[in-house]
């Protein structure tokens, strides 16, 4: 029997993140050239209901009965168990690697856990459909990350630009135009958990200034929608812009970001924000095709670990 493969993309948050757990619209697109794997083999020399799991990215060679209940791997593997009502699988053989980096604000987490149970329900027969996909994800995320606003787990299970509101149905995005993006790694990481975490304490403390910072946020990512449904870019640009000066504000931005959006900026970029958690991880940049090299090499001169340029292409309908 050959092996079973399913795969995830990263992602990245054109706006809105950290607003979005506080009900505020965010933007978000998928990033291809960054991915998750994961294959099934039958355990053909495992015990009946055996379970191995490989994951050499993070040293780890386990069988599932042995791994904690609450580590995600296990959590996403059972997920699909209970979702599919299977007491004892096959013996089976599970291989995940990833060129996501980790806690960098591109979804890994979330991908890791889309590409697992895409791969077991198929191996088990019955693929399970994108919503409860998504669905299954999220609950991982709630556990590893609190309170998980849902936008990583809808994007990348769907991998199309998406709109996202929390707890409302999320509206995939119509892109009028391609537009490229350099993403820049600080090469620090920064967990979800932990940057939603300080802004939610200093949202208690000034509750008022903060939701004042989070209205004009959703602004910004309301019209950065119509600037990316009506194709113009410059606006998308100076939007970005005004979205890192209010990250800035509350209190997610770091010196090592500052220095690499202040780069892309110096070297073209239309515009430029970090993505994600901050305080580390990645920042975006907004380049034409032809700058977007230039962009990424003077990142690279100011201190990125590793660059990405990606393309967001129109809706097909």
Not at 49 to 60: C, F, H, N, S
Request: hydrophobic residues 45%; contains cysteine.
């Amino acid at each position: 029997m050959p092996a079973i493969l399913a795969s995830a993309p990263g992602k990245v948050i054109l706006f809105g993140e950290h607003t979005v757990v506080y009900h505020r619209p965010a933007v978000a697109v998928p990033v291809t050239q960054v991915k998750v794997k994961a294959s099934i083999l039958p355990g053909i020399n495992l015990p009946p209901g055996k379970v191995q799991i490989e994951a050499p990215d993070i040293d780890l060679s386990v069988a599932l009965d042995e791994l904690d209940p609450g580590h995600p791997l296990s959590l996403a593997v059972r997920n699909v168990f209970r979702e599919l009502s299977i007491a004892r699988p096959p013996a089976f053989i599970l291989r995940i690697t990833s060129t996501i980096p980790i806690a960098a604000g591109m979804g890994s987490g979330a991908a890791v856990t889309i590409a697992i149970c895409r791969a077991v329900s198929s191996f088990l027969g019955s693929p399970l459909p994108d919503a409860v996909v998504s669905r299954l994800a999220y609950e991982v995320e709630q556990v590893y990350h609190g309170n998980p606003s849902g936008i990583d787990n809808t994007v990348i299970t769907y991998a199309q630009p998406v709109y996202y509101v929390r707890d409302q149905t999320p509206e995939l995005l119509k892109v009028r135009r391609p537009f490229t993006l350099v993403i820049g790694d600080t090469g620090i990481q920064s967990p979800t958990g932990l940057a939603v975490r300080g802004v939610r304490e200093r949202w208690e403390q000034d509750p008022g200034g903060y939701e004042a910072l989070f209205d004009r946020i959703a602004t910004v990512t309301r019209q950065a929608r119509q600037a990316i449904e009506t194709g113009d870019l410059p606006a998308l640009g100076r939007l970005m812009d005004g979205n890192q000066a209010l990250l800035q504000a509350i209190g997610v931005s770091s010196v090592e970001l500052e220095a690499l959006v202040a780069a892309a900026r110096g070297a073209g970029a239309q515009g430029a924000k970090l993505t994600g958690a901050g305080a580390g991880g990645n920042m975006i940049a907004l380049a034409s095709p032809e700058t977007a090299p230039a962009v990424a090499q003077a990142l690279e001169r100011a201190g990125a670990t590793r660059t990405i340029i990606s393309q967001v292409e129109p809706s097909k309908s």
